[in-house]
C-alpha cells in the first residue's frame, strides 16, 4: 500500500511539474536577426516579438510579430513541446510565396529561448 501511495505521489508530481513548465513557457520573448536582403551590401536588424499564448500537452500556439517594412506584421504560429526542446513555425499564409514563413528550433533555457531559425541563422528570446 505504501508503495502505491509513493509511486502515486511521485506520478501527480510529474503532472503538476510538467503543467508548472508548460505554464511558465507563455508569455512575451523578444529577439532579433541580422539578414541581409536582396540588393542590399549590409545587413539589417530585425526586431522580433514572440508570444507564445498557449501550451496544451505538447501544443504550442501563439504569434510572431516582425518589425520590418518585407514580411513585416504579425502571423498566426504553432509548434510542439517536447521537453526542453520547442519547434514553432509561423502558419502558411499567401506571403509565403515571398519567403515569408518562418521556423524555429529552440532550446528552453530559463527565461531564454535559443537555437536556430529554420535557415539556421542563430536566434535568441528573451522573456
Do not use: W
Amino acid at each position: 500500500m505504501r508503495v502505491l501511495s509513493i509511486a502515486l505521489a511521485m506520478t501527480l508530481y510529474g503532472v503538476i511539474s510538467a503543467a508548472s513548465a508548460q505554464q511558465a513557457l507563455t508569455g512575451k520573448y523578444s529577439g532579433h536577426l541580422e539578414v541581409t536582403p536582396p540588393g542590399m551590401a549590409s545587413p539589417v536588424r530585425v526586431a522580433l516579438e514572440l508570444n507564445i499564448a498557449a501550451v496544451n500537452g505538447n501544443t504550442v500556439t501563439g504569434t510572431l510579430l516582425r518589425h520590418a517594412r518585407v514580411c513585416g506584421g504579425t502571423q498566426p504560429i504553432t509548434g510542439t513541446l517536447n521537453g526542453e526542446k520547442l519547434r514553432v513555425a509561423t502558419a502558411k499564409t499567401e506571403s509565403q510565396v515571398l519567403g515569408c514563413q518562418m521556423a524555429f528550433d529552440l532550446t528552453i533555457t530559463g527565461a531564454k529561448l535559443i537555437g536556430v531559425t529554420g535557415t539556421g541563422s542563430p536566434i535568441e528570446f528573451t522573456k
